[in-house]
């Protein structure tokens, strides 16, 4: 039986859950009050990107609205999807979720609805939500208690490039609530893909091992929880061994095979164990922080989350290092970069590496070529005062460079032909960011080739 679905916010977590909810036979409409956002994807086009996002829309079912006033009150199920940025001192902003909180609270219709915080929303939030959504609904009818309604947790842990993959064919569903009914919508609402009973998308074929979900149904603190705990143990796991990159570069050994040897162990898994610049993107960074920021509400400190954290920052510097170590002076020189979003298969850049590295550079006087497969409109539209040249072509970055740095492993920079670009080059510096290109390759096309971790 289909449930009627809102999603407030149409980003990356808010579109792709709302798109995977109507592909399981739920009636989903989004609900964003950015004009230009609904607008795009009323004429069928998505807003950011993502592989596979056109095809699924073109696939599924959805409606778009900018009005809570048409949408909330006739809906089951609302997942809350806004924005939560870090602020300066580490902590969340909250202010999307209290709008749309008390937007919700204002337009709640008379049968039971489950209120669904899909935003990574520091621990207690849900509590906070609904105190927010009742106050608004009370101060709207008048009256105590008008409406039905419980607030559930249910974060995601979708990869950006990978989104609507690991959204149909998740490791877990994780449900918080202290309402029973609630636990039990939301089961009804989920249990096509519990089960795996719906039909696989041709172009995103169900995993071959691919079987029943495991629900963890539990407190709403505790899946708040979760969700931190998660990314913060993968924000660790790659700064591990990033450390240990560096202690192998030190000592003559090769990261790759030290972490394949230990990821080998089951115990360990092989997983985030690539060494090189480190995580970006709007989870890690935010995420460990807050975690920082919640436990010190509570008078705990983190020490290894911070370590984690100054690791990966550390990472960023060290590229600097190695050009610096190649050619001796930065300052007049072109570098160019070779990829901009924070990871493949996107065009995301918060918390981007190339950009952090890219103004380091400036700051020291360089010049800076960039190119990206599809970030690059992106960042000239969000960054226009960053003295960046940003290239359509990689043709154009390598053009009288002194050196190149790849920072994103997009796959199409590995098939690169690299004799013919380093001809076009004034040096021959090429530091790796990623361990991702074929050292002997680029040693035989004349390449001084350095890396990072």
Known sequence: MSLRVGIVGTGYVGLTTGICLAHLGHQVT?????????????????????????????QVKLEYSQSYESVVPHCDVIFIAVGTPSRSDGTPNLDYLNAAATSLGQNLGEHFTVIVNKSTVPIGSGNWVESIVREASEEKTGAKG????????????LREGSALHDSLYPDRVVL??????????????????????????????????MEAVPLIATDLASAELIKYAANA???????????????????????????????????????????????????????????VSTAQEYGLEMPIVKAAKLVNARQRELVVDRL?????????????????AFKPNTDDLRDAPALDIARRLIERGAKVRAHDPVAVEVAR???????????????????????LVLVTEWQEYRELDWSSLKQHMRGSVLVDGRHFLDRKKLEAAGF???FVG
């Open 233 to 291: 143990f993968l924000a660790l796991k790659i700064s591990y061994i990033n450390e240990i990159g560096s202690l192998a570069q030190r000592v003559g050994a090769d990261v790759k095979s030290v972490a394949k040897g230990i990821g080998l162990d089951a115990r360990i898994g092989t997983r985030f164990l690539q060494a090189g610049l480190g995580w970006g993107g709007s989870c890690f960074g935010k995420d460990t922080s807050a975690l």
């Open 448 to 450: 001084q080739y350095f």
């Open 324 to 340: 610096l170590e190649a050619l001796k002076i930065l300052k007049g020189r072109t570098v160019g970069l070779l990829g901009l």
């Open 176 to 209: 918080g609530s202290d309402s029973s009914e609630a636990i039990e919508l939301m089961y009804r609402l989920y249990r096509p893909l519990l089960e795996q009973k719906f039909p696989a998308p041709s172009f995103l074929p169900r995993p071959d091992t």
């Open 146 to 157: 008008a409406k039905r309604f419980a607030v559930a947790s249910n974060p995601e842990f």
């Open 381 to 403: 539209r969000q960054l226009p005062d960053l003295a960046i040249h940003w290239c359509e072509e990689v043709a154009q970055v390598v053009e009288e460079a002194d050196a």
């Open 30 to 58: 989004c609900l964003d009050t950015d004009a230009a956002k609904i607008a795009r994807l009323s004429s069928g086009k998505a807003p950011f990107f993502e592989p596979f996002l056109d095809e699924m829309l073109r």
